[in-house]
Nanobody, 122 residues
Framework: QVQLVESGGGLVQPGGSLRLSCAAS????????MGWYRQAPGKQRELVATITSGGSTNYADSVEGRFTISRDNAKKAVYLQMNSLKPEDTAVYYC????????????????WGQGTQVTVSS
């Protein structure tokens, strides 16, 4: 069974940096687009950044220029480097991957990690 496992969250002061990591475990045929989403208390989950298997990236306007998404296809991992963090970046961050598996037949589905808390506060 495929799982996405995140790490790297924590408490950081405004202006600081954090790096989130997410790796897929289990048997996969291919991992297509991967991304990071976040959900702040009382708000809907929102897209932060995505990256295709070929390396094309897309960012939310609110993080453009501060966050960088990258991936390592050999490690089945995606990363989010977050710089110049602001209090409004405080949220639970979720990793997402569109993954193809082989279970009798090929199946492509969206998988989510369990989430990691990022708190930006002085």
């Amino acid at each position: 069974q495929v799982q996405l496992v995140e790490s790297g969250g924590g408490l950081v002061q405004p202006g600081g940096s954090l790096r989130l990591s997410c790796a897929a475990s289990g048997s996969t045929v291919s991992i297509n687009a991967m991304g990071w989403y976040r959900q702040a208390p009382g708000k809907q989950r929102e897209l932060v950044a995505t990256i295709t298997s070929g390396g094309s990236t897309n960012y939310a306007d609110s993080v453009e220029g501060r966050f960088t998404i990258s991936r390592d296809n050999a490690k089945k991992a995606v990363y989010l480097q977050m710089n110049s963090l602001k209090p409004e970046d405080t949220a639970v961050y979720y990793c997402n991957g569109r993954i193809t598996t082989l279970q009798v037949t090929f199946r492509t589905a969206n998988y989510w990690g369990q989430g990691t808390q990022v708190t930006v506060s002085s």
